[in-house]
Nanobody, 121 residues
Framework: VQVVESGGGLVQPGGSLRLSCKAS????????MSWVRQAPGKERELVAS????????TYADSVMGRFTISRDNAKNTVYLQMNSLKPEDTAVYYC???????????????WGQGTQVTVSS
């Protein structure tokens, strides 16, 4: 199983980034996918989740209206479009997979290595 994130980097406040997560080694189209972030000294935060079909999505209150999660099952890839970025969005962003939608973060089956997002002027 491989879960590989990409697209992180340094961006100014108010800017945008698009994260990608490509998965292999499991039946991607049967799994719910999520983005989880962790800032230094803080607990992990579930940012956004999407069910297997893309028909159901959830977002943390802190990113509602600014971030959009989507998936392309033909490409085994999930995306996180991040707009109007704030310094408090700075964190390592992880992609995670689980057979069930809406499970606790600690129960996810598969995790990527993470990609750093830094929002700073």
């Amino acid at each position: 199983v491989q879960v590989v994130e990409s697209g992180g980097g340094l961006v100014q406040p108010g800017g945008s980034l698009r994260l990608s997560c490509k998965a292999s080694g499991f039946t991607f189209s049967s799994y719910a996918m999520s983005w989880v972030r962790q800032a230094p000294g803080k607990e992990r935060e579930l940012v956004a989740s999407i069910n297997w079909s893309g028909g159901s999505k959830t977002y943390a209150d802190s990113v509602m209206g600014r971030f959009t999660i989507s998936r392309d099952n033909a490409k085994n890839t999930v995306y996180l479009q991040m707009n109007s970025l704030k310094p408090e969005d700075t964190a390592v962003y992880y992609c995670a997979a689980d057979r069930d939608f809406g499970v606790d973060v600690q129960d996810y089956d598969y995790w990527g290595q993470g990609t750093q997002v830094t929002v700073s002027s």
